[in-house]
């Protein structure tokens, strides 16, 4: 069902979230916008300008390192002064009274975590770009340690353990998908009675098939999303319009 309006969307999600008895909010680009920070696929968006940087170039080439830092650190004052908006705030809420056990997220921006989530609670299908991880032995740094090595050497840096790259914690094209991340979103998604997808095209796969996931083993799906997506048909209620708007109501509740 396509809600006609956005005051009978708010109606109909609010009686869904008091039936329910576990929640699972599923979070994509959209949620974050109104933060101030963009959907990097969308018109205009980063990769819109610019090549995105696979795994395996970014192992195989120093310049190709040096490029995708020098991406991530142009973007650091847009991360940094970002805070959680009315999505992100509602979720939060819901987490608090007990109704959602768990975010799963396509987002790398931390935001879930500065909303109120415990961080074991973040399930990030695809990382996290507030700090850096070694991609050898997985030893963490913060983006300053990583920043003031490429200044002092005009080069992003290996690690200190074991000389392997260091990339941000997130999962570039052609990387694999971090497993246990995905075997909690699967359980997760399979246990709950509601799944939420929020500002999500729908289209990255795997992540894609969770909402299908939670509607094959009886869970009711929304999804909220300015555009149509491709599993508008399967979904007990669509609300396309503004995420802050259509959660706004929920925040504090």
Not at 17 to 27: L, N, Q, Y
Not at 76 to 89: D, I, N, Q, S, T
């Amino acid at each position: 069902m396509i809600a006609s309006d956005l005051r009978s969307g708010v109606e109909r999600l609010g009686d869904m979230i008091a039936e329910a008895k576990v929640i699972v909010p599923f979070t994509g680009a959209g949620i974050s916008t109104e933060c101030g920070i963009p959907d990097f696929r969308s018109p205009g968006g980063i990769w819109t300008r610019y090549r995105p940087i696979d795994f395996g170039e970014f192992i195989a080439s120093q310049s190709a390192r040096d490029e995708s830092w020098r991406r991530r650190f142009a973007m650091e004052e847009v991360f940094a002064a970002a805070k959680p908006g009315r999505g992100h705030r509602a979720l939060a809420s819901l987490y608090r009274a007990g109704k959602v056990p768990a975010v799963i997220t396509q987002n790398i921006d931390n935001l879930h975590q500065a909303s109120g989530f415990a961080g074991e609670h973040v399930i990030e299908l695809h990382g996290n770009t507030t700090y850096a991880r070694c991609i050898g032995c997985g030893q963490a740094y913060p983006l300053d340690w990583v920043k003031r090595r490429f200044d002092a050497a005009g080069a992003a840096p290996n690690c200190t353990g074991c000389d392997e790259p260091v990339k941000t914690a997130t999962i570039s094209f052609g990387q694999m998908m971090p497993d246990d991340e995905m075997q909690r979103a699967t359980a997760l998604s399979q246990a709950c009675d509601l799944f939420i997808a929020i500002g999500s095209s729908l289209v990255v796969w795997p992540a894609a098939g969770f909402p299908m996931m939670a509607k094959n083993a009886g869970a009711r799906l929304v999804i909220i999303n300015r555009e149509p997506t491709e599993q508008d048909d399967i979904a007990d209620l669509v609300i396309r319009h503004d995420i802050g708007e259509t959660l706004g109501p929920f925040v504090g509740n």
